[in-house]
């Protein structure tokens, strides 16, 4: 019997076009805030670079200091976008005390999944407006790149993830699937990067190309799904391939149904693993 889920691709999918819509929203405010900063290709470059050493160095420091590091990033993240949003620090310092105490009193799996969710949110809506239609491609083959290297080459990715997971941190989505009766996981950077391709896509093409990306990553992570869970012919795999190998399609299907000759429409809106949970054990 083929084994098949369609939990994972659409929540990802969902989540991809939650930081579409939101983009729309928050844009001006974050916009005005980093006071219409951008991004070249050298700053990708020490971006994604930065990004490896990272991963490099969290699969080599004690545990201790990676759970610190995180909660504080985290913390931030969510002061930050609150403040965003509100305006008001006493507001704002409510979502990152939220955070800590249940990380510390009530970590439960819905809980946990709630906020691997607002984080993939949150950081396409933040980061999107400083990254053009050119640095986006240089960033996400970058990271697809530096993603392959160091799930098959140094395999520190590997090692990196397993210790987050094993401190909780929300560095991955957990979900069931159906129809297939098991667990799965996917990283917190391949949902950010697909967030990231939404949102750009809709700022290049429109709102609607934007959620086409985010239903095609969908697409795709179901097929990768469904190749994972019947052939088996491998344990690790960046899943940002499976990321960029949705967009690509997205950026395909656009073309043939709305026309390569099609004007941009920019100013219309105004890292990594799979990780499948099997009952009793992680399996990466």
């Known amino acids: 019997m083929v084994e098949l889920d369609l939990v994972l691709p659409a929540a990802v999918s969902l989540i991809a076009s939650a930081s579409v819509l939101l983009y729309g929203r928050f844009h001006k405010k974050i916009s005005f805030l980093l006071e219409e900063s951008s991004i070249g290709a050298r700053d990708v470059v020490v971006m994604v670079a930065s990004m490896g ?36 620090w006493y507001v704002a ?12 009193y009530y970590w439960e799996l819905p809980v ?17 407006s400083i990254f053009s239609w050119r640095t986006t ?13 160091q799930v098959f080459g140094t395999g520190f990715m590997v090692a990196s993830a397993s210790k987050m997971i094993e401190l909780k941190l929300p560095v991955l989505l957990i979900l069931p699937t159906f129809p297939a009766k098991t667990m799965i996981g996917l990283g917190l950077g391949d949902i950010f ?10 700022l290049k093409r429109g709102r609607n190309a934007g959620i086409m990306t985010a239903a095609m990553v969908g697409v795709a992570i179901f097929v990768f799904e469904a ?4 052939v088996a012919a491998f ?3 960046p899943a940002t391939v499976v990321v960029i190998a949705g967009w690509m399609a997205s950026l395909g299907v656009y073309r043939l149904t709305m026309g390569a000759s099609q004007e941009p429409r920019e100013k219309r809106l105004g890292r990594s693993f799979e990780v499948v949970v099997r009952p009793g054990r992680w399996e990466l």
């Open 93 to 104: 310092i409510l979502p990152p005390a939220a955070f800590v105490l249940l990380y510390n």
């Open 235 to 237: 344990r690790f795999f």
């Open 53 to 88: 050493l990272m991963i490099t160095a969290i699969a080599f420091i004690p545990k201790q200091a990676v759970q610190i590091l995180f909660i504080i990033a985290y913390s931030y993240m969510l002061f930050s976008f609150a403040y965003i949003a509100f305006r008001k």
């Open 227 to 230: 190749a994972l869970f019947n």
């Open 193 to 202: 990067m697909s967030g990231l391709l939404a949102v750009q896509t809709s």
């Open 137 to 149: 491609w240089i960033f996400v083959v970058l990271l697809t790149a530096m993603d392959i290297i």
């Open 112 to 128: 946990f999944n709630l906020f691997v969710a607002l984080f993939a949110v949150m950081i396409p809506v933040y980061v999107g």
